[in-house]
């Protein structure tokens, strides 16, 4: 669509700098990456119409340099950032630089992404706004005695949350009063090294809950919309790795009841561009708010599959200044969605991360089936960076089969040379309790751990390695830092079994 940008700079990398210039290209606007020496390799580089080297591999030095970031997009003409997730997504300053320079922030304003970032302040203006939020503090509190008295009020279990933070950082649960002051400071230290802000404050911790998001849209003519609930409860660390769309728990009351108080949410901040309203939603059907992530979340995909919209390309027409969509206009869910996080990952040893070069890569075909990937054979896996590779992405007419559709394209997806959270999924998926529904954040905690791998794990490897084995084309060589080259598959198995008699 001609006349939107003449060019976009992606501040970021990797599967999502990829799912953005793909929006670009719908919409021909050329892209332009940014790559670190690590990255020098990367798809996501070779993908773009140009590619500006901003730095080392260290985030703070590349990716999270804000100087090197708007110097990028000067250097190539470029007058519009997307900064896809993670990184620069959420920051202020970054949003607030790109406006002194004149260049679009395809974001929220830098006011908004600042009062929805501090957990306080958006508790008190969304209770102003008459938003259900979590019993607990308004505000924080130098004393023990302050939060002694709130934990009281709010009764026991309590959670500790920092105020700036988020992904599990400085947050401890507490059972009772006897281990409140341990675990404030223990928090304050952890915040104060995550987010140089030791600020923490106290609510009631919600037992066995379901983490239920709604996608919003605000463009800057005043319109406001949601585009239904995703369903985030299968997560590991407070981290989420499973969602679905839509959510089993929520019946079509619930539904718009919800619905409406996350444009009321989203109002309330002035708010424009994408973001998702985060609740939590308790045994009793209660639910709350939780926070709002102020820009495209990992898992808009089910969002895009279950409503047919391309959120990214709508963020570019609403940074533009165009009004949302007609389309967006009574808006159905059709079909049910789920997507699985394939992360380089041990998913058999407590998801420790995974390192080495992909040896062997093929995606999964068929309808329905969507990968959203910064992955190619060939690449060096490094601890650099976020761990996720790809974005495993079902749809179909039902949840069942869903299911079964992700079962088959999680089987067909062949990833050698790093370990992947892929057969944990498959575990997941064939749970009884997430085949019924019961999806709640303690699921991998009270489900998973006594899960034992199965031989079919390793008949399929078998195969996998055979196909690279046969292959008429070389499978490619890397050296290391210390000269030596990359591992055989059979080495980056780690121990194997067939049959009766275990290798290592």
Same mark, same amino acid.
């Given at each position: 669509?001609?006349?939107? =940008? ?8 990797? *599967? ?21 020496? &690590? ?10 119409? *140009? ?17 090197? !970031? ?34 679009? =922030? ?13 957990? !306080? ?7 102003? &706004? ?14 023990? $005695? ?7 009020? &709010?009764?026991?279990? /309590? ?8 992904? +599990? ?20 230290? #952890? ?7 030791? $600020? /923490?404050?106290? @609510? ?9 998001? =709604? %996608? ?22 407070? %981290? ?12 079509? @009351? ?11 949410? &989203? ?21 709350? =708010?939780?926070? /709002? ?21 709508? %963020? ?22 789920? *997507? ?33 990937? +910064? ?22 007419? $039902? ?12 089987? #067909? ?36 751990? *006594? ?54």
């Amino acid at each position: 669509m001609k006349g939107l =940008f003449n060019k976009i700079l992606v501040a970021n990398r990797s *599967e999502i700098a990829i799912r953005v210039m793909n929006a670009c290209r719908t919409l021909g606007i050329p892209s332009v990456a940014v790559y670190s020496d &690590a990255d020098k390799n990367s798809k996501h580089r070779l993908f773009a119409d *140009e590619a500006i080297h901003i730095g080392p591999s260290p985030p703070r030095e590349s990716y999270l340099d804000i100087e090197k !970031i708007i110097n990028a997009a000067k250097q190539t003409a470029c007058d519009a950032i997307h900064p896809g997730y993670g990184f620069l997504a959420e920051n202020p300053m970054f949003a607030g630089r790109c406006a002194e320079e004149k260049i679009v =922030f395809i974001g929220p304003s830098a006011e908004a992404i600042r009062l929805l970032g501090n957990k !306080i302040e958006s508790r008190i203006k969304m209770a102003e &706004a008459d938003v259900p939020i979590i019993p607990g503090m308004k505000s924080t509190a130098a004393d023990m $005695t302050t939060f002694e008295k709130a934990a009281e009020e &709010a009764g026991y279990p /309590v959670l500790i949350k920092a105020a700036a933070g988020g992904g +599990g950082k400085g947050m401890r649960v507490v059972d009772g009063r006897d281990g409140l002051k341990d675990a404030v400071e223990a928090a304050r230290r #952890e915040a104060k090294n995550a987010f140089d802000d030791d $600020t /923490v404050y106290l @609510e009631k911790y919600i037992v066995n809950p379901r983490h239920i998001e =709604f %996608q919003v849209l605000a463009d800057h003519h005043g319109n406001t919309i949601h585009l239904f609930e995703r369903e985030c409860s299968i997560q590991r660390r407070h %981290q989420k790795i499973i969602e679905e769309t839509p959510s089993v728990a929520l019946n079509d @009351e619930l539904r718009e009841q919800m619905g409406k108080d996350a444009v009321r949410v &989203a109002q309330a901040a002035h708010y424009t561009n994408a973001g998702t309203v985060e609740f939590l939603f308790d045994e009793s059907g209660h639910y709350y =708010f939780l926070e /709002v992530n102020t820009r495209l979340q990992v898992e808009h995909p089910v969002t895009e599959m279950v409503t047919g919209t391309d959120l990214v390309v709508e %963020q570019i027409r609403i940074a533009a200044g165009l009004p949302l969509s007609d389309q967006l206009a009574n808006l159905t869910q059709r079909g049910h969605a789920i *997507e699985c996080r394939i992360y380089a990952e041990d998913g058999e040893n407590n998801f420790f991360p995974s390192t080495g070069t992909i040896v062997h890569y093929s995606e999964p075909v068929g309808p329905g089936i969507r990968v959203d990937s +910064g992955i190619q054979a060939g690449m060096e896996v490094t601890v650099d960076y976020d761990p996720i590779m790809a974005k495993l992405v079902v749809h179909a007419p $039902t949840r069942k089969l869903a299911i079964a559709k992700m079962i088959h394209a999680l089987n #067909e997806y062949k990833i050698l040379g790093v370990k992947t959270s892929k057969k944990f999924m498959i575990d997941v998926m064939r749970h009884p309790d997430f085949i019924a529904g019961k999806t709640y954040t303690s699921f991998i905690e009270k489900n998973m751990a *006594e899960r034992q791998l199965d031989i079919d794990t390793y008949k399929e490897l078998a195969v996998a390695v055979a196909t690279v084995a046969s292959s008429s084309a070389a499978v490619p060589v890397v050296k290391g830092i210390n000269g030596a080259t990359s591992p055989t598959p059979w080495e980056v198995i780690g121990n194997w079994q067939i049959g009766g008699s275990i290798h290592e």
